[in-house]
């Protein structure tokens, strides 16, 4: 088994319906739904709300051990070296081996060939680049890359886990491709 693991656990915002912003419209064929007071009167408003009540899921054993083992310095530590690049912008250079986009994807590959080195042959590693042309927020050919690290399961092989996030970072100036965006607090 691999004797490092790095999880990166992502909470997204909650679609729990809310009547945050609306009032209740005393019409009878409009009372079961909540009206927004932001919109145009609506006069064929759905008498009863789509879905069903969200109900918050625990999260199982399996899952409360791994969080279990998740070191929160070291999620302090990988957020201070990814500053330490200064910028991860896009189009920041990508051959200073101590600032810049290239220094952050090179040091990244580097995390998680380790990992892999440490799987027993359960995890790969590769860089996945392209050169994207002009377009909007891109003034010139850019090289483009993912990290992108596969641990294969051993008890259910066919199952697929996505774990995904970026290293990028920008300042106030998207175009800014120069001066510091240390992107720690972008999320």
């Avoid at 009863?48 to 998740?70: K, M, N």
């Avoid at 990244?108 to 909007?136: C, D, K």
Wanted: aromatic share 8%; with cysteine.
């Amino acid at each position: 088994m691999v004797s490092s693991v790095f999880v990166a656990v992502s909470l997204l915002a909650s679609f729990i319906p809310s009547n945050h912003g609306y009032k209740e419209d005393s019409n009878a064929t409009t009372a079961a739904m909540p009206f927004p007071t932001d919109l145009c009167a609506i006069n064929a408003w759905p008498t009863e709300q789509p879905g069903v009540a969200y109900t918050a899921q625990l999260p199982d054993a399996e899952l409360t051990a791994i969080l279990q083992d998740i070191d929160p310095l070291r999620i302090q530590a990988i957020i201070e070296k990814l500053v330490s690049f200064g910028t991860r912008h896009t189009q920041s250079t990508q051959t200073d081996p101590e600032r810049g986009i290239g220094a952050a994807r090179d040091w990244l590959l580097e995390q998680y060939r380790e990992f892999a080195a440490e799987s027993e042959g359960w995890m790969t590693v590769e860089l996945q680049s392209y050169i994207q042309h002009p377009a909007n927020r891109i003034t010139a050919p850019t090289n483009v890359s993912s990290v992108v690290a596969t641990l294969r399961g051993s008890s259910d092989p066919d199952r697929i886990v996505v774990v995904s996030g970026h290293y990028d970072s920008r300042n106030t100036d998207v175009m800014n491709y120069v001066d510091d965006a240390p992107g720690a607090d972008d999320e």
